[in-house]
């Protein structure tokens, strides 16, 4: 009997000292991992001190077990989620196949313009009237949901701001991309290629200038998509000035007018004034600029030369000048 209960007792302080050993290799582990993290962090900056602490808590309290549950979890972010997502690739499209459906007639009875509907409606009426408007192709109608951001109703601006959010990043991912396949195409000296990158760069820039005309972007971006814009254009006329419609110079010194950026907005107009004199657009533009920026004799000079050719001037421009006199 002595000699079972000391074999009971050496097998108990083989236990401990196991016990003891795996707590002291445990915090041995714990004391590695502060050391290690804070040397990182001093190199490279980029490690979260709490979840630094917040581990080593839970691997003091948890001996063994959390050392193990945060080395498997490190070992399969390595092996199976190496690879980064590139989100740019993923577009939530909102566009869906329209049946052909009879005709409602009472609710499409009901139908005013949105500044109105702003002003003047309820604000029951005007959530369905918004969010009739962010269901169906709102892109022809951006400025006047931005008109909803500054409605008494908070639900009403949430919707409107929302639906603007998803918009503009759809247009800022489209762009990167066929910025990013326009810098691809440069690179490639073939015919086809250069071809490719006139044709992708037209399509660029009048996208951008679609967009940009329904005046929802900040200053600075304003003036940065007007960048790319000119960047684009300079490329087309170095490549093919032909590419380079009245419309387009329009568009690219219009943008740099919105920006406030005059000077290179009088650089485009008088560009585009060189090279198509018998068309209205030049006019109009160098006419909105010098109205923009006061020069009154310049305004004056342009609307005479404008008067004496025999250019044909529509009702718009018409309006225009009767607005600015």
């Known amino acids: 009997m002595p000699d079972e209960r000391r074999v009971g007792n050496i097998m108990e302080a083989l236990g401990e000292e196991q016990f003891l050993f795996l707590l002291l290799l445990n915090l041995i582990i714990v004391i590695l991992y502060l050391l290690l993290s804070f ?5 490279r900056r980029k490690t979260n001190v709490k979840g630094v602490w917040l581990k080593s808590t839970v691997m003091l309290l948890c001996p063994v077990v959390g050392v193990c549950f945060f080395s498997m979890g490190y070992l399969c972010n390595k092996v199976i989620f190496h ?6 690739d993923v577009i ?9 459906m009879a005709a409602e007639e009472e609710s499409e009875s009901n139908i005013v313009p949105i500044e109105e509907a702003v002003a003047i409606t309820d604000k029951d009426s005007l959530r369905g009237m918004i969010m009739n408007v962010v269901r169906g192709n709102m892109k022809s109608s951006l400025s006047a949901v931005s008109l909803a951001l500054g409605s008494d109703d908070p639900e009403t601006a949430h919707y409107a701001a929302a639906a603007l959010q998803a918009v503009l990043s759809e247009f800022q991912i489209s762009i990167q ?18 071809l490719a990158l006139l044709e992708l760069s037209e399509e660029t820039v009048d996208f951008l200038a679609e967009f940009m005309e329904q005046r929802l972007l ?9 960048g790319i814009m000119e960047e684009l254009c300079d490329l087309l006329l170095k490549e093919d000035a032909g590419r380079m419609t009245p419309k387009r110079f329009e568009a690219v010194s219009m943008q740099f007018l919105e920006a406030g950026d005059y000077e290179k907005c009088r650089k485009w107009c008088l560009e585009a004034y060189a090279r198509y004199p018998e068309e209205l657009i030049p006019y109009r533009c160098l006419l909105k600029l010098c109205f923009t920026t006061g020069e009154r004799e310049a305004f004056f000079r342009f609307l005479n030369e404008l008067r004496v050719s ?3 001037i529509d009702r718009a421009t018409l309006e225009m000048i009767r607005v600015f006199l």
């Open 39 to 43: 040397v990182l962090k001093i190199c």
């Open 83 to 88: 690879a980064k997502v590139d989100l740019n």
């Open 92 to 100: 939530f499209s909102k566009e869906r196949v329209r049946p052909r």
């Open 177 to 194: 991309k066929k910025y990013d396949q326009i810098m691809l195409q440069k690179e490639c000296g073939t015919e086809e290629g250069r």
């Open 218 to 226: 900040t200053e600075s971006e304003q003036k940065t998509y007007a």
């Open 310 to 312: 025999d250019i044909t």
